[in-house]
């Protein structure tokens, strides 16, 4: 074969093996660029998940649990607390005011308010009262003075709420003491006890002051004649998670028992 000829077939090939490989490390670019940026869209996507699932458990449950339930070693476990002092309210949305004339709690416009708070009526318009109102109450938990109050549930037209459930802290005046533990520091430990008690109790009255201030706006603004029945006590709870796929915060005891029947014996418009 004519050198010539060979030299320009040497020349042909190793151009097209040259354009193979080029087009070939191209094309393995291309494909990485491709997998990496769909692997930071999965990533994005996944973080934007966990940070709306984290909201939407942090909206459910306190900070601290949601914390817990957010940890996957630790989602499954039992999750309960013993508490020695605790203020629980129970606020009740009722129909009319204690102090208002007998013509006005005979009107038809009480008559149809007492109606829709008992869902007869329009189930539609009760239910979009009642989340207006949910709502202007929720808004007074992200005030710097109520940041202690921990909402609980909402059961029908009432509003469970307690102050003094934070982590870790059982406030107990019968806590054990080491055996070097003076006197004096027992008294202290109790007289912080009881300070703090206090200003649970405190707390959550002024709340309960300030959630029936916003639902009388409401009313004027909404042409609405509604009013808050409350009951407040303090004393022990326990506090826990029940189910863990759907985890629902809630408090048991004596003292929730109490104050539910305060609230349902006590008049509109005032605390009890």
């Given at each position: 074969?004519?050198?010539?000829?060979?030299?320009?077939?040497?020349i042909?090939f190793?151009s097209?093996?040259?354009?193979?490989?080029?087009?070939?490390?191209?094309?393995?670019?291309?494909?990485?660029?491709?997998?990496?940026?769909?692997?930071?869209?999965e990533?994005?996507?996944?973080?934007?998940?966990?940070?709306?699932?984290?909201?939407?458990?942090?909206?459910?449950?306190?900070?601290?649990?949601?914390?817990?339930y957010?940890?996957?070693n630790?989602?499954?476990?039992?999750?309960?607390?013993?508490?020695?002092?605790?203020?629980?309210?129970f606020?009740?949305?009722?129909a009319?005011r204690?102090?208002?004339?007998e013509?006005?709690?005979?009107?038809?416009?009480?008559?149809?308010?007492?109606?829709?708070?008992?869902?007869?009526?329009d189930g539609y318009?009760?239910?979009?009262?009642l989340?207006?109102?949910?709502?202007?109450?929720?808004k007074?938990?992200f005030?710097?003075?109520?940041?202690?109050v921990?909402?609980i549930k909402?059961a029908g037209?009432?509003?469970?709420?307690?102050c003094?459930?934070?982590p870790?802290?059982r406030?107990s005046?019968?806590?054990?003491?080491?055996?070097?533990?003076?006197?004096?520091?027992?008294?202290?430990?109790?007289?912080?006890s009881?300070?703090?008690?206090?200003?649970?109790?405190?707390?959550?009255v002024?709340f309960?002051?300030?959630?029936?201030?916003v639902?009388?706006?409401?009313?004027?603004?909404?042409?609405?004649?509604?009013?808050?029945?409350?009951?407040?006590?303090?004393g022990?709870?326990?506090?826990?998670?029940v189910?863990?796929?759907?985890?629902?915060?809630d408090i048991?005891g004596?003292?929730?028992?109490?104050?539910s029947?305060?609230?349902?014996?006590?008049?509109?418009?005032?605390i009890?």
């Open positions: 074969m004519d050198p010539r000829i060979a030299h320009i077939m040497y042909v190793f097209l093996t040259m354009h193979l490989m080029d087009r070939q490390i191209e094309y393995m670019n291309r494909l990485d660029y491709k997998w990496k940026r769909k692997l930071f869209e990533q994005d996507e996944a973080s934007t998940t966990r940070m709306v699932n984290k909201m939407l458990l942090q909206n459910i449950l306190p900070i601290h649990v949601a914390e817990i957010l940890n996957t630790r989602a499954t476990e039992l999750y309960y607390e013993e508490y020695d002092s605790v203020s629980v309210m606020a009740s949305i009722v009319g204690a102090d208002e004339d013509d006005k709690e005979d009107s038809p416009e009480s008559e149809e308010l007492e109606d829709e708070n008992k869902g007869q009526d318009a009760s239910l979009q009262l989340n207006e109102i949910i709502c202007v109450f929720d007074l938990l005030e710097p003075s109520f940041m202690r921990e909402k909402v037209w009432t509003y469970l709420a307690g003094g459930l934070q870790g802290r406030d005046s019968n806590s054990d003491h080491s055996a070097g533990s003076r006197s004096e520091d027992v008294g202290l430990g109790d007289e912080l009881q300070r703090h008690t206090a200003d649970n109790i405190l707390v959550l002024r309960a002051a300030s959630m029936m201030e639902l009388h706006k409401l009313n004027i603004e909404a042409f609405q004649n509604l009013t808050l029945r409350v009951g407040i006590q303090h022990p709870v326990m506090a826990g998670v189910g863990a796929h759907k985890p629902l915060y048991w004596d003292t929730v028992n109490v104050a029947r305060l609230d349902s014996s006590g008049e509109p418009g005032k009890q």
